[in-house]
């Protein structure tokens, strides 16, 4: 065997968060095995892998975590391909990731003769993005653009956008938002989805970077670093703000709003859960996304004023 071929069958945010795992089976394996990555997402999100992206073999079953065909090992990156580990850890967080690529990385060693070992430390797997993959055009306009917002109080980044896999409510937080950032204008919030307002002190995202990319989650996330607070639905745009830089700095902010799976007291589906992180971390369960109950509402604008303190 020669080859390896990463598969995931599903969405921008499911690349990042397993990426570390697959940054070590590239960094760690001889030099003449060939690596590639089958997704149907944007291939630049990929791009600090430095291996070659292909559109997605469908016949490929998204359900089995590892698949031999000819030379060729195709490993499934999908955090649902183990579904025994993955409802056993609550969903999709480092406790998962974990178990799941210990069973991997014993597959790849059986194939390859290899010796790969899970580190230690759960921590050296949180996402990493190679700042200087993304558009340096994009870069400086960003840059350009926090200059003069560093005067504000604080700046608050709210990932507003529809999640797409019914991890949270799809409400653009409008109603909540905008007397927020009436009754704090020395606050500078910074939305990736429009609402029907507009103040001084909210910017968008794809407003102040004009990538010309089909995606701006890098641009998203090399932003995040430079605000003080990042607040989200665990869709796409707050996952790729979840990297290895933004936890642990200690004077970040995160808030998660997460769906509550019943079967679980606390909220399990978070990257946070199964790692030590320097930054303030909270999650607000959200008891009904579709229709948000009274509490679900009161939850939400008293997290989003909690924030700002």
Known sequence: MNKIVFFNHYHRGDLHTSKEFVRQVI???PDDIIFEYQHDNPPE???DLNIKSTPLLHTLDKKNPVVKIENTLY????????WDIFCEHGGINMNTFYDQWGLLFKAINKFFDSNLELYSKKEKYLPVIDWNSI???????IDKWVVPHNKKRKKVLICNNNPISGQSFSSNMQEWIEP????????????????DKTMKNISYTYSISTNKNESDLREISYLSTMCDVIIGKNSGPYVYCETYTNYMNKDKK????????????????TMSNGVKHLCEYTTV???DPNTLTVADRDMIKKSLSESLR
């Open 180 to 195: 927020l950032a009436k009754s704090n204008p020395d606050v500078q919030f910074i939305l990736t989805d429009a609402i």
């Open 45 to 47: 999100l990929l791009d």
């Open 285 to 287: 369960p959200i008891i």
């Open 27 to 29: 960094k760690e394996l």
């Open 254 to 269: 995160f808030i998660s709003y997460n769906t509550k799976n019943p079967q679980f007291d606390t909220i399990k589906e």
């Open 135 to 141: 558009c340096e055009t994009s870069k400086k306009e």
């Open 75 to 82: 490993i499934n990156t999908w955090v649902g391909s183990q």
